[in-house]
């Protein structure tokens, strides 16, 4: 399914879940929000989310800031 | 009460700084510099995964730091709406209540928006976050984020890595002298004694970034920040002396040869 991941088109060729998408773009789970077309998807729904083709998804994780 | 502590919401803290972690040349003297300066509150940004920067996430090196809770901030928000979304996936990642709500929509001077700065933090303490929100040094504007249920103010000295210093002094004792809520200068400090001086005045902390970060030996002025604030602090426990317009001789005025 094609989506777009943090503005770029992915190519996501796992099962649509946030698992197989994170590890696709190697980011650790533990260290990662998810937005999905502008929706927060909190981890503890991980399990049972699955994207859609053409989802916008953000995934973010903390960086150095004051 | 043990006024030694600094109180946000129902959390204490024994250090009364608080740093942020932006700006430092790597992640390593960021960590040595967050240990340095005794701080158990460090602020963080919330950014898109970066596949080609995978070092640029800080949630390992930090949680090896038990001791340093995290305040993720709003940075990037410019209005209201976004800074509330960016609290909330902030709390997710973090697991932390602590939130510095910061909206600065001028990228060319950084200033907080009060009014979209409000709104999000009426939000957000209405929805159970501690919001510490950085703004200008307003007294009416703090006051009113007071009455919605912040955890404390946090005013800017100067303007966002200026190093300008407490060039908002006057403004800033009003804050305090209104406060019932920690203030806590945010923005502009570049050395420990203004440190010293933002706590003698009665802040009830400070938050740090840039003159830590930016400093030839960030480690070094870490601690030096930390000993500044201490300094300030006892000072203002010790209670300094009254002012006067005239000179108080400190040696018996009676003659001494005749």
């Known amino acids: 399914m094609y989506l777009t991941v943090n503005g770029e088109p992915h190519e996501h060729r796992g099962d649509g879940t946030v698992s197989a998408l994170l590890a696709e773009l190697g980011t650790e789970p533990a260290h990662t929000a998810l937005t999905v077309n502008g929706n927060l998807v909190f981890s503890k729904d991980w399990e049972i989310f699955k994207f859609s083709d053409g989802d916008t998804v953000e995934v973010l994780t903390f960086v150095g800031g004051g | ?258």
């Open chain 2, 1 to 258: 009460m043990n006024d030694e502590l600094l109180k946000l919401g129902s959390h204490t803290f024994g250090s009364r700084l608080i740093l942020g972690t932006g700006k430092f040349s790597d992640t390593e003297t960021m960590i040595r510099a967050v240990e340095a300066s005794g701080t158990e509150l460090v602020t963080v940004a919330l950014r898109r995964f970066n596949r080609d920067k995978p070092n640029d996430d800080l949630c390992a090196p930090l949680a090896k730091l038990s001791a340093v809770r995290l305040m993720p901030n709003t940075s990037g928000a410019i209005n209201a709406k976004e800074a509330v979304r960016a609290a909330q996936l902030g709390r997710e990642l973090s697991g932390s209540p602590f939130v510095k709500v910061e909206i600065h929509p001028n990228p060319h001077h950084l200033m907080p928006d009060p009014v979209e700065t409000y709104f999000a933090a009426k939000e957000l303490a209405a929805d159970g976050f501690l919001v510490l929100p950085y703004i200008p040094a307003d007294p009416v504007l703090a006051k009113k984020l007071e009455d919605v249920g912040c955890a404390a103010v946090m005013p800017l000295g100067a303007a966002i890595g200026s190093g300008g210093g407490l060039s908002t002094l006057e403004m800033i004792k009003l804050i305090i002298r209104d406060s019932n809520i920690p203030v806590i200068v945010d923005a502009g400090l570049r050395a420990p004694s203004e440190a010293a001086c933002a706590m003698e005045m009665g802040c009830a902390a400070v938050l740090v970034n840039s003159a830590i970060a930016a400093a030839q030996d960030p480690v070094a002025m870490a601690e030096a920040f930390a000993l500044g604030v201490q300094t300030g602090f006892e000072a203002r426990q010790a209670g300094l002396m009254l002012q006067s317009e005239f000179a108080v001789a400190t040696s018996p005025l009676t003659s001494f040869l005749s």
